[in-house]
């Protein structure tokens, strides 16, 4: 079992609706938790950083991280075409100073407009 | 602010040559810096760490002799693939980490190599 679980998708929604995208995970260590955005042929963009539970809202996104359920979301609301790209959810332990992040595949998101 | 350069952001070369590619944080001193590889389709891969001023620390499977990281100053590393091969082409991304207690890490925009 992998350590970090990501629907790869592809996932295709109309401009303008929510989209859900989520990941789990088995460590129960991990207290970091980041959403990254990539574009095809580009680096990664961090979107949310999170740390233990709770919610984060930044603009149209919002990520939720469920320590009790080992699962981590990321909503985006009123989704537009520029949406569109791959979503990465990496995560870390708190201690030590290996800051390697473990990722998950990534899901590919289409927003049809 | 947090912003990551790479360069070249391509490149093509041929088969036994060696490549140099750096990765540069330009508005922020990275204690830590961190290469990624990337294939078509797939996540990210993450080849080495490196501290400033120590030598890298390599993933298991991917070969230190090879992939050469050097990590002189807190605002610059530099992964040199040496004697490449196709099977080495792929996209290649350095991601930087602010501070000691900073854990979110900044990505460069990515290198694609092309070995022929």
């Known amino acids: 079992q992998k350590e970090v679980e990501q629907d790869p998708g592809p996932l295709s929604v109309p401009e303008g609706a929510i989209v859900s995208l989520n990941c789990t995970y088995s460590?129960?260590?991990?207290?970091?938790f980041m959403w990254y955005r990539q574009y095809s042929r580009k680096g990664p963009e961090l979107l949310m950083y999170?740390?233990s539970s709770g919610n984060k809202e930044d603009g149209r996104f919002t990520a939720q991280v469920d320590k009790s359920s080992k699962y981590i979301s990321l909503f985006i609301r009123d989704s537009q075409p520029s949406d569109s790209a791959t979503y990465l959810c990496?995560?870390?332990?708190?201690?030590?100073?290996?800051?390697?992040?473990?990722w998950g595949l990534g899901t590919s998101l289409a927003v049809n407009p | 602010g947090a912003v990551v350069s790479q360069h070249p952001s391509w490149v093509i070369c041929k088969s036994g040559t060696s490549v140099k590619i750096e990765c540069r944080s330009l508005?922020?001193?990275?204690?830590?810096m961190f290469w990624y590889r990337q294939f078509p389709k797939q996540s990210l891969m993450l080849m080495a760490t490196?501290?400033?001023?120590?030598?890298?620390?390599?993933e298991q499977g991917v070969e230190k002799d090879k992939f050469l990281i050097n990590h002189a100053s807190l605002t610059l590393s530099t992964l040199t693939v040496t004697s490449a091969h196709p099977e080495d082409s792929s996209f290649y991304i350095c991601?930087?980490?602010?501070?000691?207690?900073?854990?979110?890490?900044?990505f460069g925009p990515g290198t694609r190599l092309t070995v022929l």
């Open positions: 991601s930087a980490s602010p501070g000691t207690t900073n854990n979110e890490q900044f």
């Open positions: 508005d922020f001193q990275a204690t830590t």
């Open positions: 490196s501290n400033e001023g120590s030598k890298a620390t390599y």
């Open positions: 460590n129960s260590a991990f207290q970091y």
């Open positions: 999170t740390y």
């Open positions: 990496a995560m870390r332990p708190r201690a030590g100073n290996n800051r390697k992040l473990i």
